[in-house]
């Protein structure tokens, strides 16, 4: 009969291994979401300027990677991308932690795709009138959007944007195809090792769950105090 050993999870090297695993999940998380914010504003913008080529600009970017399944840009960074830079570069790529560099890209650039959607709605239900105020006193249109309308439009966009963050925290599993140890890879590697896959995928799934619930309480909490 099978028995779930709870000393397996609580200390040892197969502790050690899940638990680094899920600090690089955590940081692979925070890292993309920082980058991945500004670019999301940057395209938002980009969208709803006055100029067709900046807005066809916008589009294509948001088209091409919503488009393309995650998998797919995790393996076109790491194994096509580097292939286009000079040598020198990609020696000094290669020689660093590809691994992590080629899923941030991929996360980042995949995350703002969605973000930038949501920006741009929040963006719209500002009342247009408070754009042209802007302009009215002298600002251009960088000046208007960054002063006057983007700090309302992500403060509306908060609820879809914290959504996209839950989906970033659960895409972050997907980095194992790559060879990042990050939380999956850890499992997998504690199970291939033990042979132990109830306790090691018992503590991944808690792990997420703790996590999502948490960045799931986060946002309703945050959507009272903007109500």
Partial sequence: ????????????????????????????????????LPLACGVAMLRLAPSRILNALG???????RNVPLLAHFLFWYFGAPELLPQAWKERLYAGNIEAISAIVALTLYTAAYMAEDIRSGIRAIPAQQF?????????????????ILPQ?????????LSQTLNLWQNTSIATVIGVA??????????TASFRSVE????????????????????????????
């Fill in 182 to 191: 990050e939380l999956m890879y850890q499992t997998q590697r504690v199970e």
């Fill in 59 to 65: 589009a294509t970017y948001v088209e091409l990677i």
């Fill in 1 to 36: 009969m099978l028995q779930f050993d709870l000393h397996l999870l609580l200390s040892g090297d197969y502790h050690d291994w899940l638990l680094s695993g899920l600090l690089l999940s955590l940081q692979l998380m925070g890292i993309t979401l920082l980058l991945s």
């Fill in 153 to 161: 439009a992500l403060r509306l966009s908060l609820p879809p944007l």
């Fill in 200 to 227: 090691a995928f018992a503590f991944a799934s808690v792990a997420y769950l703790a996590v999502s619930l948490l960045i799931a309480g986060l946002a309703a909490l945050l959507q009272r105090r903007a109500a």
């Fill in 132 to 148: 042209e105020a802007g302009r009215a006193l002298g600002f251009s249109f960088l000046q208007t959007m960054r002063l006057c």
